[in-house]
């Protein structure tokens, strides 16, 4: 995977809000010779190569633009790595009802299970009782 999914659709969002906005961008981000994932694979690497761990976001925008508007830009080998982005998520209320049935789901199986686990366990066995009580001294 190069990069993560959510950070290839923030980069793309971005591209597609800017194009929509700067009519000279537009005509470098319709290039037939460039494509998303070349760009992050771009990115990635360039974030690499400067040793540093966190960026601004108008930094990586900034790498993402300049990867469109060069004609001959030497993309770098894809890498396998995690990308963190810090944007919030914003979920539809059909997504809050999944996830809210899926958590009730999740809730219900793990308490069928230790039911079951607490049913299947042996019980102890009671403690034998002495058949005969033996004499006590204050009994006599």
Request: proline share 5%; net charge neutral; hydrophobic share 35%.
């Amino acid at each position: 995977m190069k990069g993560t999914e959510q950070f290839k659709k923030t980069i793309k969002a971005y591209l597609e809000d800017r194009a929509k906005t700067d009519a000279l961008f537009a005509a470098t981000y319709a290039k037939p010779n460039k494509n998303i994932d070349d760009c992050i694979t771009f990115i990635i690497n360039q974030v690499k190569n400067s040793g540093c761990t966190g960026f601004a976001d108008d930094e990586i925008y900034s790498l993402a633009v300049h990867y469109y508007d060069e004609d001959k830009i030497n993309v770098g080998k894809p890498m396998n790595c995690h990308v963190v982005v810090n944007h919030q998520v914003v979920l539809t209320e059909e997504e809050k009802a999944e996830a809210k049935q899926q958590a009730i789901t999740r809730y219900q199986e793990d308490e069928i299970r230790k039911m079951r686990e607490r049913r299947s366990k042996p019980k102890p066995a009671a403690a034998p009782q002495p058949a005969e009580q033996q004499p006590s001294l204050f009994d006599m």
